[in-house]
């Protein structure tokens, strides 16, 4: 980065040039790689192991245990931050709209982030941050479980609401989609597996900083 002045060549302060930086690897570290494996949730948290404390954070603040919410980024995802529906293209070579406007991790649409953002505010939350996502989905599934009466333990369910949105799901349009039923039934399978996996390595990722202690992060 240059600017040029009367004759010369000025170059910034090289402070300023660590701040740039500093700010476009926060632009660009928000969408982690994803894990080679996504099938094992163990394998999952060790590659990302805050994966686990904001999962847990969410299940604590929403009720949505957190296996269910990571089938949900499974399904959507497979856990990329910058998954999009795939461009559809004009002749060949024409970019067209994709057909929605759903983005990361939890595929959320626009509408839906607005609303959530206009619920719990933060002006610098991003659906290519996993903290954030998963806290979307406990509070969309917290509205599911508020409105519709649907279980914060019922993975199928709630992933139908997910998908076809609350006034979707109360209009049972979902009953006339086999294909959206099975792959509910999947989520829920996804869900049950995560789980049974946890159980056998989750106490590897409790008190595992230098501030928590046996018994305040059971």
Known sequence: MEYETSRRIFYPPIKYCFIILFLLSLLTGCASTPPASTANLCVIFEKQPEWYDYAKESEKKWGTPTPILMAFIHRESSFRGDARPPRRWFLGFIPLPRSSSAYGYGQ????????????????????????????????????????????????????????????????????????????????????????????SCEDRFKCRKFYQFWPFCR
């Open 108 to 199: 959320i649409q626009d509408p839906a982030w607005e609303d959530y953002l206009g619920a719990n505010g933060g002006w610098f939350k991003s659906r290519a941050d996993m903290e954030d996502v998963l806290d979307f989905i406990g509070w969309y599934n917290h509205i599911s479980a508020r409105r519709l009466g649907i279980s914060k333990r019922n993975p199928e369910h709630l992933y139908l609401a997910y998908h076809e949105g609350h006034r979707g799901y109360q209009r049972g349009a979902w009953r006339r989609k086999p294909h959206l039923r099975r792959v509910a039934k999947r989520v829920a399978r996804q869900a049950r597996m995560y789980g049974s996996q946890l159980k």
